[in-house]
């Protein structure tokens, strides 16, 4: 069979108008179908590191999933609020190492504001970093200080130094503003991928604060006093959203876990993260699922071109087989012959497909970062990219079967004497 | 000298035909040159496919370097092929994406007797390749270079020959390589080619309907009068 590779690859030079049309509808279809592959990765991973670190996280009673959406992704409404004290002794638990509390109910422009500590900088973290980093400015550290994540102060061209304006709610066109108390942001965290990104975080003193001339989600109309004119106790909140856990050993997850779902004065959920992830994200597994279908698709269709060119070109190259028989090539050659075309073919596709990626990554992996938070690099296939290359490479072989057979069969017949 | 064909009660039908080819006997010793003629439709090429082992006969043998054809596997048939024949058609003889040089050595590339005799006599492949082509005057580095399809017929012809004569093979077949040529590109295709068997001690068999060349050819052969009626004619009339 030696040699064989050689003259497939010179016989497709020798047609490398349609070879390139065929070649480049692989590649395409490849491009497609790697980007969906590594654009869903990316969104998962994304999706996990939002709450890396994080062993526990405690609301309200609630589904796992939607306390899940509205402590980490800001979205939907909390149902309930958790109470001060019990906070306190969720943070005085032996195994509890570290919490994070977080109040929600208050946005910037559809930005939701985190009422939240210093820690959250601190402990918050994604991927295998923990801690938040700042892209410029500070903490907060004075009641009105604000620090935004890079989504906002990117969209709303804000910096340290910009005056901002709460509003009561999460409604993107706010009907109630705290504009008696605004803001000054004081850091601009560096962007993360993650929901963090989208935030307006300030102290939970601060959220009491605002709320301080409100009763029952609205403002009162007299005797409006200031943060300066009321005694600190009056700023210590009373309850929380949520509290971010972290455990000196995991090993004590599922016992804090039941401590705090059995606890009897407040009804509570304690989740873990990841559980509750995979649940989330097995929610969105539809949506994946079909849009791998489509890119599977686009790959079968170019391997359906790419059989077409092969079996198009058949009939013409009936001599050119007849001449290989006469020079000593046995049936199994001319069935080698057309199969090593199409491996070379479906590889040459397969390799444009990956050097377009690399390619569309390379250009725009700082745009898609800066624009999407989607984290995209250049570099080599992963082990499960190279298995699904290996897969589609694997099938242009099986198809190429075919016209392999169809040719086998015609030098059978023709011998080394086609009708010349 | 050796044989290097030798046929033997041959007889080859179609599928639901007659017989399409009877051939009693045919023998050619090696470096013999010998002119087959017959009108179209003869069997000229079945008889080919037959010799090249692509088909085989329902009754009698077909010898190539004296092994029986049929008798070997398919594999084994297309190894013997490789090894022992070299063919030139009427047209239609060049790999049209591959170099001068890469048609010529192509049978090298499906016969190791055959690499290895050439490596044996000239070093290389291109060395070996490049000294028929010479030989057929076809030896310009400028043609040498040239693709395939640029030649004209008859200098397409010559490097069929080439092709047909590297490694030294037992057997040359010729199916009407002329009859593309005119008269002076005939002419010295036949020498060039004479020339070349005679050195290498390769037998030719020259299967052609153009009786002007029978001449030329120190045996001819009509197929019709191999056809096993022919014989029995010609045993009644003796």
Same mark, same amino acid.
């Given at each position: ?175 109630? *503003? ?6 000054? &942001?004081?850091?601009?965290? %560096?962007?993360?991928? !993650? @929901? +963090?990104?989208? =935030? #307006? ?50 090993? *004590? ?6 401590? &705090?779902?059995?606890?009897? %004065?407040?009804?509570? !959920? @304690? +989740?873990?993260? =990841? #559980? ?63 199969? %090593? ?7 040459? =596709? ?71 | ?238």
């Amino acid at each position: 069979m030696s040699g064989l590779v050689g003259l497939a690859w010179a016989s497709l030079k020798n047609r490398r108008a349609t070879v390139l049309l065929t070649v480049l509808t692989l590649g395409l279809s490849v491009l497609l179908l790697l980007g969906i592959e590594r654009v869903r990765h990316e969104a998962r991973d994304a999706f996990l590191r939002s709450v890396a670190g994080t062993d526990l996280i405690v609301g309200a009673r609630a589904h796992p999933v939607q306390l899940l959406l509205y402590s980490v992704f800001r979205l939907g409404e909390p149902t309930a609020n958790l109470q001060w004290d019990t906070y306190e002794k969720l943070k005085a638990l032996p195994p509890v190492a570290w919490t994070v509390p977080i109040s929600l109910g208050d946005s910037h422009r559809g930005y939701r504001v985190v009422g939240t500590t210093g820690e959250y900088f601190v402990r918050m973290g994604f991927g295998e970093k923990r801690g938040l980093a700042f892209r410029e400015g500070r903490p907060f550290e004075a009641l009105h200080d604000a620090v935004i994540g890079a989504d906002v102060a990117d969209t709303l061209g804000y910096a340290p130094g910009t005056s901002i304006v709460l509003a009561h709610g999460t409604a993107r066109v706010a009907t109630q *503003a705290h504009d008696d108390q605004p803001f000054t &942001v004081v850091g601009v965290l %560096a962007r993360t991928g !993650t @929901a +963090i990104d989208q =935030g #307006v975080f300030v102290s939970l003193e601060a959220i009491e604060a605002i709320h301080l001339n409100w009763r029952g989600g609205m403002p009162i109309g007299r005797a409006r006093v200031t943060p300066a004119e009321v005694p600190a106790e009056r700023l210590q909140p009373k309850s929380i959203t949520a509290a971010f856990v972290g455990l000196e050993s995991r090993t *004590a997850t599922f016992q804090v876990q039941r401590v &705090v779902n059995e606890y009897r %004065a407040e009804p509570l !959920t @304690a +989740i873990l993260p =990841g #559980v509750a992830l995979t649940q989330l994200w097995a929610l969105m597994g539809g949506v994946e699922r079909a849009l791998l279908v489509a890119a599977g698709a686009a790959v079968l269709a170019a391997l359906m071109v790419l059989l077409t060119t092969i079996l198009a070109t058949l009939n013409e190259r009936r001599r050119e087989m007849a001449l290989l028989r006469a020079v000593g090539a046995g049936p199994r050659h001319v069935f080698g012959l057309l199969l %090593a075309e199409a491996a070379l073919l479906t590889g040459a =596709g397969l390799a444009l497909g990956v050097v377009l990626l690399e390619g569309a990554l390379w250009v725009l992996g700082p745009w898609l970062e800066a624009r999407f938070g989607v984290f995209l690099s250049p570099g080599l296939p992963t082990i499960r990219e190279a298995v699904v290359l290996g897969g589609i490479w694997l099938g242009g072989i099986l198809l190429g079967l075919f016209p392999a057979a169809v040719a086998y069969l015609r030098s059978l017949q023709d011998g080394v004497a086609v009708d010349r | 000298m050796s044989e290097v064909l030798r046929i033997e009660g041959l007889r080859f039908a179609w599928p639901r035909s007659p017989w399409t080819l009877e051939v009693p006997a045919l023998a050619l010793e090696a470096g013999e040159r010998v002119f087959l003629h017959g009108p179209s439709g003869t069997g000229k090429s079945t008889l080919l496919n037959l010799i090249a082992g692509t088909l085989l006969p329902q009754a009698g043998a077909v010898r190539v370097a004296g092994e029986d054809v049929a008798k070997r596997s398919g594999p084994a048939r297309d190894r013997l092929r490789a090894d022992h024949l070299g063919i030139v058609f009427q047209q239609f003889n060049l790999l049209p994406f591959l170099s001068m040089v890469d048609n010529v050595t192509l049978p090298c590339r499906f016969s190791k007797r055959r690499r290895e005799r050439a490596l044996q006599r000239f070093g290389s492949l291109d060395a070996a390749a490049r000294h028929y082509l010479a030989a057929l005057g076809l030896g310009e580095a400028t043609q040498a270079s040239r693709r395939v399809i640029e030649l004209s017929v008859g200098q397409q012809q010559r490097v069929a020959a080439a092709r047909a004569l590297i490694g030294g093979p037992s057997l040359v077949l010729c199916d009407e390589p002329t009859s593309a040529l005119d008269t002076r590109n005939r002419d010295q295709f036949i020498d060039l080619l004479f020339a070349e068997c005679e050195a290498a001690g390769t037998a030719l068999l020259f299967v052609s309907h153009d009786l002007t060349l029978a001449s030329r050819f120190p045996r001819q052969q009509a197929l019709g009068e191999l056809t096993a009626s022919a014989v029995e004619s010609r045993e009644v009339a003796a």
